[in-house]
């Protein structure tokens, strides 16, 4: 059973327009929340994250937003560039396991030009 | 920059055979992973090392094992390879276990047990 899930494989935008990418999440245990990007041949990186405590981080083009009573995060990207093209995986930790991350199935973004 | 270094980029083994799959890592971090990321199913944890010869079970560590003799190096271990462990396997290190720590990942060994 899943706990984080993307329910979108894949995404295509326009050059200039806003993307988002959503994840839910079932267990009410976790309480931080990052989002890692990853293009073909090479492994993931870090993006953005947040923390439950919050309820949006910005950082440039990217922000993400969390509503806790839905379980759910979004990852916007405002405007959305070519570059951007990759697979987004979200990702939740709890507090009494912080190193261990649990990943969603990844969503393939393309951004057309 | 960090670097994450993983031996191999692509192997082809068959079943039945041992396995080993190396990582290095150049920050003097603390914590390495090995996770695999299989379609549909995000990246899953199958060992954690938070010290040398320290481990932890993750998720799916039943047909793995883990050695980490050096701070720098974290080794997987497929004792008898099965045809359900052909993955993209991604190893990561991270230098503590504070909340805000990113990973760090290195660019993936993708196994094929035929």
């Known amino acids: 059973d899943q706990q984080v899930k993307q329910n979108s494989p894949s995404l295509s935008v326009q050059e200039g327009r806003i993307s988002i990418l959503n994840c839910d999440y079932t267990n009410s245990m976790f309480d931080y929340f990052l989002w890692y990007k990853k293009y073909p041949a090479e492994g993931p990186t870090f993006l953005i994250s947040?923390?439950?405590?919050?309820d949006k981080n910005e950082d440039g083009r990217f922000t993400v937003f969390l509503n806790k009573s839905a379980k759910h995060l979004s990852l916007h990207i405002v405007p959305s560039q070519p570059g951007d093209s990759a697979v987004y995986f979200c990702a939740a930790s709890r507090r009494d396991s912080s190193y261990k991350l649990i990943f969603g199935s990844g969503t393939r973004l393309l951004v057309r030009p | 920059d960090v670097k994450v270094t993983q031996s191999s980029r692509y192997l082809v083994k068959r079943t039945g055979e041992k396995v080993f799959l190396e990582c290095v890592q150049d920050?003097?971090?603390?914590?390495m992973f090995w996770y695999r990321q299989d379609p549909g199913l995000g990246l899953r944890l199958i060992y954690f090392?938070?010290?040398?010869?320290?481990?932890e079970k993750g998720d799916i560590p039943e047909g793995y094992s883990v050695s980490r003799e050096k701070k720098e190096r974290f080794s997987l271990i497929l004792e008898s390879a099965s045809t359900n462990q052909t993955s993209m396997y991604l190893c990561?290190?991270?230098?503590?276990?504070?909340?805000?720590?990113?990973?760090?990942f290195g660019s993936g060994t993708q196994l094929s047990v035929l």
């Open positions: 920050m003097d971090h603390e914590n």
């Open positions: 947040i923390s439950s405590i919050k």
């Open positions: 090392s938070y010290d040398v010869k320290m481990k």
């Open positions: 990561a290190s991270s230098f503590s276990q504070r909340r805000n720590e990113k990973l760090f």
